[in-house]
């Protein structure tokens, strides 16, 4: 993705949701629900689950939403940053830690719209104790339905970012997951976090039925490549991440009609690693950015 130029962007007039399209695909965005996706299909079929909310309802519900300006949980939100300890505010009820970022839960605005591509803004609130911009650029080409995004750093101090995307595949019984990955993360509990390598009990390293496992981990040195089987769906997805997608996290709730596969920059647990930069944290100084971008590519089987 190219590299905007946010100040000199102007935000369209308000709208609900908007649909994007090309190539057999079809995108639904709804920016004033936390720059989320609707629905993203390829030809008529559902490529992420189908968003069939309306009105104030949580992003949660999506086919996909944006993680700004951090992925997954920092623990009871607090984390302490160049010497200075920082408490950020409960997001969520369904959790003791604060998760996900702001961006999901804020309204983005339209600054560009055609056919095949919109650009969506947003800057940070009050909630960050740093301010920042950041574009989502949703586009559809040959390849598939492109997600991106760019973090730029408008405080006057360094400040620590984190990306990444929350996408929400539909799941049955037959839908299947690969991805090669060097080690597993677990969920932010109360001990200290340690990587593991994959076993046979959570390694997607071949293909097998998402049922397999219930999981809620973040995996590290993954190749960028995941593919996703859909055989009563008749379709087969293929995720391609950006590098800066260093980890993704894999989240396969029981019983639920959807799994997410979600490419992120940093594992779980950055905010309180030794040092954050190992973990994937990006420290930006003052007019840095940080970007990246995923493809969901799909063909009938």
């Given at each position: 993705m ?8 102007t ?8 649909r ?6 079809d995108?639904e965005?709804?920016a004033?629900r936390?720059?989320?996706?609707v629905?993203?299909t390829?030809?008529g079929?559902d490529v992420l689950?189908r ?7 949580s992003?949660l519900e999506?086919a996909?939403f944006?993680?700004v300006?951090f992925s ?6 607090r984390?302490?940053?160049?010497g200075?300890?920082?408490q950020?505010a409960?997001?969520?009820d ?6 996900h970022g ?12 055609e056919?095949a591509r919109?650009?969506l803004?947003?800057?940070?609130t009050t ?8 574009l989502?650029?949703?586009s ?9 995004l760019t ?11 984190g ?6 595949f539909?799941h049955?019984a ?9 080690r597993i993360?677990?969920?932010l509990?109360?001990t200290a976090?340690?990587?593991q390598?994959?076993?046979?009990t ?22 960028g490549?995941?593919r996703?089987?859909q055989p009563?769906?008749g379709?087969?997805?293929t ?10 996290v894999?989240?396969?709730p029981a019983g639920?009609p ?11 647990g950055?905010?309180e690693a ?8 990006k420290?930006l100084q003052?007019?840095?950015s ?7 590519g799909a063909k009938?089987?």
């Amino acid at each position: 993705m190219n590299s905007p130029d946010l100040t000199r962007m102007t935000a369209s007039s308000a709208q609900a949701v908007v649909r994007i399209s090309a190539h057999g695909y079809d995108v639904e965005i709804d920016a004033a629900r936390g720059g989320r996706l609707v629905s993203a299909t390829f030809e008529g079929v559902d490529v992420l689950r189908r968003d069939l909310t309306s009105g104030p309802s949580s992003a949660l519900e999506s086919a996909c939403f944006p993680l700004v300006p951090f992925s997954n949980r920092i623990r009871e939100g607090r984390f302490t940053f160049e010497g200075h300890s920082y408490q950020l505010a409960a997001n969520w009820d369904g959790d003791e830690h604060v998760i996900h970022g702001e961006g999901w839960q804020q309204a983005w605005e339209i600054v560009a719209l055609e056919d095949a591509r919109a650009v969506l803004r947003l800057k940070g609130t009050t909630a960050w104790p740093w301010s920042y911009e950041c574009l989502q650029e949703i586009s559809i080409g040959e390849t598939g339905i492109v997600l991106a995004l760019t973090l730029r750093n408008t405080s006057a101090v360094p400040m620590p970012a984190g990306l990444g995307f929350h996408p929400y595949f539909p799941h049955t019984a037959s839908t299947e997951l690969q991805f090669d990955a060097q080690r597993i993360w677990p969920p932010l509990g109360e001990t200290a976090l340690a990587p593991q390598v994959p076993d046979r009990t959570n390694s997607f390293s071949v293909m097998r039925p998402v049922s397999d496992c219930v999981l809620d981990h973040c995996f590290e040195g993954w190749s960028g490549t995941a593919r996703i089987l859909q055989p009563d769906m008749g379709l087969e997805v293929t995720l391609t991440a950006s590098r800066s997608a260093a980890y993704c996290v894999v989240y396969t709730p029981a019983g639920e009609p959807y799994f997410c596969f979600e490419p992120v920059s940093h594992c779980t647990g950055a905010f309180e690693a030794d040092e954050i930069a190992e973990a994937g944290l990006k420290v930006l100084q003052p007019g840095e950015s940080l970007g990246l971008s995923l493809t969901l590519g799909a063909k009938r089987r």
